[in-house]
């Protein structure tokens, strides 16, 4: 498996978290807990990063709980803290926010990304490649009424970046 060493890491208490450096065309907010997930929207990644543009990808570049508490230099409630700035800046330098919809309910993280992304008036799309998110299922309607539409390809869902980014 290959190593991705561009995620930030605080080495020690008293040195800041880096920011983020650029805006990114692209949130793509997701589920992240499983290696199943993570792989997923690494690949989900690269392809928005062939056809469309710059995607931040928070496992990838933003911060994670385990990195930080991996290092021993932060305390639960700082290390959430981080977390939650980190990728509130992204979003915000984002003009586009990709959500996976995927699994039962939709993670949590990725209704509240949503929800800040739509009240921010960012252009919101879903991706579900999961059969439970088909007609007749129960949908959250705070999260469907923030997204423009939600795409069950990959092809589809290029296409209609590339219309808004067009636009």
Do not use: W
Request: hydrophobic share 40%; net charge neutral; glycine share 8%.
């Amino acid at each position: 498996m290959e190593q991705d060493n561009r995620r930030p890491v605080a080495s020690s208490p008293s040195q800041p978290l880096p920011t983020i450096l650029r805006p990114r065309l692209i949130y793509l907010a997701a589920p992240l807990f499983t290696q199943a997930e993570r792989s997923a929207n690494l690949g989900l990644c690269k392809q928005l990063e062939e056809h469309i543009g710059d995607v931040f990808l928070p496992q990838r570049d933003g911060l994670l709980l385990q990195d930080i508490r991996g290092t021993g230099t932060a305390r639960q409630s700082t290390a959430v803290g981080e977390v939650f700035s980190s990728d509130l800046r992204a979003l915000e330098q984002s003009m586009i926010v990709v959500a996976v919809l995927d699994g039962v309910a939709v993670d949590e993280g990725v209704a509240f990304e949503l929800g800040y992304a739509y009240a921010k008036g960012k252009f919101c799309v879903g991706f579900s490649t999961d059969s439970r998110r088909g007609a007749g299922y129960f949908k959250n309607p705070m999260c469907e009424g923030s997204i423009v539409d939600t795409f069950c390809h990959e092809s589809s869902l290029i296409q209609r970046l590339k219309q808004f980014a067009r636009a």
